[in-house]
């Protein structure tokens, strides 16, 4: 766990980024679509790691109510399930390598 304002200004050297749950505090819209009801909240800047995985249960909104962007990035890859077998499930695969 990193604080936003520690992270932001180097998520462009992160490599990968995993995201667990999380929805409208990373979602790029808040900085780019002045229509978005969260524009100009301060976010996690996920969008711009190489890498993004994020683990969530479904596709659905977060409190905000609205899509996330970030979900269909080309950088960002979802995993869908529960996110402590997803994490116990990708462990697994790091260590059978």
Excluded at 2 to 13: A, F, K, L, T
Excluded at 24 to 31: E, G, K, S, T
Excluded at 54 to 63: A, D, I, Q, T, Y
Excluded at 74 to 83: P, V
Aim: glycine share 6%.
């Amino acid at each position: 766990m990193v604080e936003m304002d520690d992270i932001n200004p180097r998520m462009d050297s992160v490599d990968v980024c995993v995201v667990i749950g999380a929805n409208d505090v990373v979602n790029p819209a808040a900085l780019d679509d002045e229509s978005s009801p969260i524009y100009g909240m301060p976010i996690i800047e996920t969008h711009r790691a190489k890498t993004v995985i994020v683990l969530k249960r479904s596709m659905n909104p977060g409190f905000a109510g609205i899509q996330n962007a970030l979900f269909f990035a080309e950088n960002a890859r979802m995993y869908f399930g529960d996110a402590k077998a997803s994490i116990q499930a990708l462990v697994a695969e790091f260590k059978n390598d």
